[in-house]
T-cell receptor, first 114, second 109 residues
Framework: NAGVTQTPKFRVLKTGQSMTLLCAQD?????MYWYRQDPGMGLRLIHY???????AKGEVPDGYNVSRLKKQNFLLGLESAAPSQTSVYFC?????????????FGEGSRLTVL | GQNIDQPTEMTATEGAIVQINCTYQ??????LFWYQQHAGEAPTFLSY??LDGLEEKGRFSSFLSRSKGYSYLLLKELQMKDSASYLC??????????WGAGTKLIIKP
């Protein structure tokens, strides 16, 4: 089973360029999340979705947009990349939200903005 | 503000026991998670505590004291493959996860 798959795994962008990270899960999970992980800091929630067609802002949403057109996919977009967005991005999913369910993470996408 | 504190790095010997502490101050409490993350890989779930006490799962155990805002992860019979970062996360009153920066555990032969 694939679980949670993220593409691309690595990307280098120039300041001002745009890109989209794709997250796909095959576990029929309702909840999906995008986090960023930076050295010396805990995971920070960017955006999340509690079901197809819904999205909500997390702790650090500025500079990012998301879409959940299909239940299995959650896209994270950077419209105009900035060096401060250099990070490792993790997508995660869960079956019942965080009240009782664990998070299943993708392998991560390492983004460098020059 | 909300805060999760863990030691940045710990070193232990193969075959020994190590305890990784986590203290927290959050707006409400709806459970505490421990995740393991090997370098360059995704975090994977280890344990979830919502009531006080010790939860044992094989070589790993997790303890919670809600009154003290404290948890620890206990790893027994350490193996080289246990070298990883261990992330503590607390679910606050809004069911949002607050993550600690993680503890890097180095196992020496």
């Amino acid at each position: 089973n694939a679980g949670v798959t993220q593409t691309p795994k690595f990307r280098v962008l120039k300041t001002g360029q745009s890109m989209t990270l794709l997250c796909a899960q095959d576990m029929n999970h309702e909840y999906m999340y995008w986090y960023r992980q930076d050295p010396g800091m805990g995971l920070r929630l960017i955006h999340y979705s509690v079901g197809e067609g819904t999205t909500a802002k997390g702790e650090v949403p500025d500079g990012y947009n998301v879409s959940r057109l299909k239940k299995q996919n959650f896209l994270l977009g950077l419209e105009s990349a900035a060096p401060s967005q250099t990070s490792v991005y993790f997508c995660a999913s869960s079956s019942s939200g965080l009240a009782t369910g664990e998070l299943f993470f993708g392998e991560g996408s390492r983004l460098t903005v020059l | 503000g909300q805060n999760i504190d863990q030691p940045t790095e710990m070193t232990a010997t193969e075959g020994a026991i190590v305890q990784i502490n986590c203290t927290y101050q959050t707006s409400g409490f709806n459970g505490l998670f421990w995740y393991q993350q090997h370098a360059g890989e995704a975090p994977t779930f280890l344990s979830y505590n919502v009531l006080d006490g010790l939860e044992e799962k094989g070589r790993f155990s997790s303890f919670l004291s809600r009154s003290k805002g404290y948890s620890y992860l206990l790893l027994k019979e350490l193996q080289m493959k246990d070298s990883a970062s261990y992330l503590c996360a607390v679910m606050d009153s809004n069911y949002q996860l607050i993550w600690g920066a993680g503890t890097k555990l180095i196992i020496k032969p």
